[in-house]
């Protein structure tokens, strides 16, 4: 189990870096490969960091890249939640 601050830590940097990437680049992604193509790029970029020799590795570093993973992540669960409640009102006009 997770230490409750160790847990709103790690989402408080999410929700700061997802506020710093719709900044950045405020359209949603177009679509599900789009945001696949991006967390692959960012899953690399955390495997750099984690596949560096273990006195090179940088806990900051990995802790910054695994947190892009995840704001990636959750920029796909919102698209699916887009999509999810847009084929709901489909249905239910039906
Ligand atoms: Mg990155």
Do not use: T
């Not at 830590?9 to 679509?31: D, G, M, T």
């Not at 790029?41 to 802790?63: C, G, S, V, Y």
């Amino acid at each position: 189990m997770h230490e409750p601050a160790h847990l709103n830590h790690a989402i408080e940097l999410l929700v700061a870096r997802y506020e710093e990437s719709n900044i950045k680049h405020p359209k949603p992604y177009n679509s599900y490969h789009e945001g696949l193509g991006l967390l692959l790029e960012e899953l690399h970029e955390l495997q750099e960091q984690i596949f560096r020799k273990e006195a090179d590795q940088n806990p900051a570093k990995i802790q910054h890249e695994a947190c892009d993973c995840a704001n990636v992540a959750i920029k796909m669960m919102i698209l699916a939640e887009k999509h999810r409640l847009s084929m709901l009102q489909k249905e239910m006009k039906s």
